[in-house]
């Protein structure tokens, strides 16, 4: 099973390999019982692990990250169920860069939950080839950018707006 086929499903507890899927549907298999649905996205919404960013106090780290740090840790993970400060000490010990004014409690619970569930299942914790690709592609595009508009001149544009026109509407009284 790929890291790249799991899926959090909007209103459902878990994780869920992405079996099949189509433009207002999908069919999902639970890693935790192994239990196949049909999942509506009328109803549902699919977020691929992959695509999760995490907030820090630089820029937003994919979840992956968050999850390798976990793996390299030596600090024993809390269990899912402990209570949100317990969580909260145990990442800023493994990921202290973390922002924890917009990281809310639930999201630590959530994150060690899910963690528990990919090393039960024995996924490879790894980002695909083409977001990795993706993710550089975009941070030379935004180097470019941003060295792009240092060096430009500043552009100066004289723009005359015409006065606001004045509506009258005449009201007929009775």
């Not at 509506?40 to 979840?63: A, G, M, P, Q």
């Not at 145990?90 to 922002?99: A, G, I, L």
Request: charged share 30%; glycine share 2%.
């Amino acid at each position: 099973m790929d890291y790249n086929k799991i899926v959090s499903v909007t209103g459902m507890s878990g994780l869920f390999e992405l079996i099949s899927s189509k433009t207002d549907s999908g069919i999902v298999r639970s890693l935790e019982d192994n239990s196949t649905k049909f999942v509506s996205t009328r109803i549902h919404s699919f977020s691929h692990l992959e695509s999760i960013e995490v907030y820090t106090v630089k820029d937003n780290v994919n979840l992956v990250e968050i999850f390798t740090a976990m793996k390299g840790s030596k600090e024993a993970l809390p269990d899912a169920k402990a209570d949100a400060k317990a969580i909260r000490a145990y990442f800023e010990k493994v990921y202290p860069e973390m922002d924890f004014e917009r990281v809310y409690g639930s999201d630590m619970k959530k994150m060690v939950k899910w963690f528990e569930i990919l090393t039960k299942n024995n996924i490879e914790i790894k980002q695909s080839d083409a977001v990795e690709e993706e993710t550089a592609t975009d941070a030379t595009a935004a180097k470019k950018t941003t060295t792009a508009n240092k060096t430009a001149a500043p552009k100066t544009t004289a723009v005359k707006s015409a006065p606001p026109k004045k509506i009258n509407s005449p009201r007929k009284m009775a």
